[in-house]
């Protein structure tokens, strides 16, 4: 039993994303990780845009 209440507080603490905390796990944000993770989704997010701008217009020309 003890091991199964380890093994979920592992992953509700490093594995699960929280809303609450702008879908970032509660360690992410308890090491200061979490303004480094949402930053590089923003970036991720601007580039994936600007891609498929870029193809819809090469299919639309």
Same mark, same amino acid.
């Given at each position: 039993? &003890?091991?199964?209440?380890?093994?979920? *507080?592992? !992953?509700? +603490? $490093?594995?699960?994303?929280?809303?609450?905390?702008? +879908? *970032?796990?509660?360690?992410? @944000?308890?090491?200061?990780? @979490?303004?480094?993770?949402? %930053?590089?989704?923003?970036?991720?997010? &601007?580039?994936?845009?600007? !891609?498929? &701008?870029?193809? !819809? $217009? %090469?299919? =639309? =020309?």
């Amino acid at each position: 039993m &003890r091991s199964r209440i380890c093994a979920f *507080v592992g !992953h509700y +603490n $490093h594995r699960r994303y929280h809303e609450s905390l702008d +879908n *970032v796990t509660p360690a992410d @944000a308890y090491f200061g990780r @979490a303004e480094a993770i949402i %930053k590089q989704r923003e970036r991720i997010k &601007r580039q994936t845009i600007q !891609h498929r &701008r870029l193809q !819809h $217009h %090469k299919i =639309a =020309a």
